[in-house]
């Protein structure tokens, strides 16, 4: 009978009506207060120590589960810990990609530096080698080559084609303007000055309007050649020669810088309009070109005056010859120069 009672018992433990439904109590309780179905004390003594095993398979197995778990847990901390490896290495690979990038970098950054600066010095170079081509093209002309030997024809803008002449020597400069003796007057009205006149092999004016359609179509130099009665001969050179147009007066509108050896008798007449005895621009209280003779870009009136008149004997008491007021240092307008010359080409800028 106590065989069958305990498989009974047994059998409904197995059913799922073990410890927690039987509500056995842990504590100090008499064993009286438990019943169940009719369980006596007797019943009590002899299911309770299996209820216990039966609870204390049931921790074993809490346990192994979660022993289970804190394996599978521990596994996937392990499967992280490869794939956290496997990134560090990816990323120290890309690092290191990177590290020789910014090197290859810095080598071309030093390679360009390095290609600069011998850039810059060969351009120093080329800058040198210009300046002294520059030197030697611009060296003053020798006295048996002062006057033009070669005359061709040249356009500019809407003008008919037109003589010029230039040196055999240096073709690139053409000459505007011509003084060796009295023969041709250059006390003439406006019209003559715009269109030019004289005799292109000797005293000459090439005309304003063909200086401006020159200049203005791109920077020029002038070259202005001086000899006074006794053989002298000096020059003035201006980089950056522009005549406006006759809308303006043909304002000398810039000469640029000067260098030479007849000092600079043009760089205050920069900004004047050109005056004519019948067109009065200056900013005299009587027509400069009217009282010396010959027009130019008078202001009130001159410190040069390269179309004035002509004396052969290199000298004019009445100050009103053909001047270069530096010429001689100290500002002597009685001195009338028996040569001039000015030429133009364009600039090397």
């Not at 002294?132 to 020798?142: A, V």
């Not at 307008?333 to 080409?345: G, W």
Request: aromatic residues 10%.
């Amino acid at each position: 009978m106590r065989e069958l009672l305990k498989v009974i018992i047994f059998h409904y433990l197995l059913q799922g009506l073990a410890g927690d439904q039987l509500n056995i109590p842990h504590t100090n309780h008499l064993d009286e207060d438990f019943s169940k179905d009719g369980c006596l004390s007797y019943c009590l003594s002899e299911v309770k120590p299996i209820v216990i095993g039966l609870n204390q398979l049931k921790e074993r197995d809490a346990i192994n589960k979660l022993n289970e778990k804190i394996h599978n847990l521990e596994n996937e901390l392990e499967m992280y810990k490869l794939q956290l490896t496997h990134k560090e290495n990816q990323v120290k690979a890309r690092d290191s990609l990177l590290n020789e990038k910014d090197e290859s970098i810095k080598a071309k950054n030093e390679l360009l530096v390095a290609k600069d600066e011998q850039f810059q010095d060969y351009r120093a170079q080329i800058e040198e080698k210009n300046l002294e081509l520059l030197k030697y093209k611009l060296q003053d002309i020798p006295h048996s080559s002062l006057y033009a030997d070669g005359i061709h024809r040249m356009k500019v803008g809407n003008l008919p084609a037109f003589q010029v002449s230039y040196l055999s020597s240096s073709p690139d400069w053409i000459v505007i303007q011509r003084r060796i003796d009295g023969s041709v007057d250059f006390d003439r009205d406006w019209l003559d000055y715009k269109n030019g006149f004289g005799d292109i092999e000797g005293n000459f004016f090439i005309g304003l309007e063909k200086l401006h359609l020159l200049t203005q179509s791109r920077p020029h130099e002038l070259y202005i050649q001086l000899r006074d009665v006794k053989g002298t001969a000096k020059y003035a050179r201006y980089d950056d020669f522009h005549v406006s147009s006759e809308n303006d007066n043909y304002k000398l509108n810039s000469i640029g810088k000067f260098s030479g050896t007849a000092g600079d008798s043009l760089v205050d007449h920069v900004g004047d309009m050109f005056t004519t005895r019948d067109q009065d621009h200056d900013t005299a209280r009587f027509n400069c070109a009217k009282n010396k003779r010959g027009g130019w870009w008078y202001h009130d009136c001159l410190h040069s005056n390269l179309n004035a008149e002509y004396h052969d004997e290199g000298y004019d008491p009445n100050r009103d010859g053909i001047s270069w007021g530096s010429w001689s240092g100290d500002w002597n307008y009685t001195i009338s120069l028996t040569f001039t010359q000015m030429m133009i080409r364009p600039s090397l800028k």
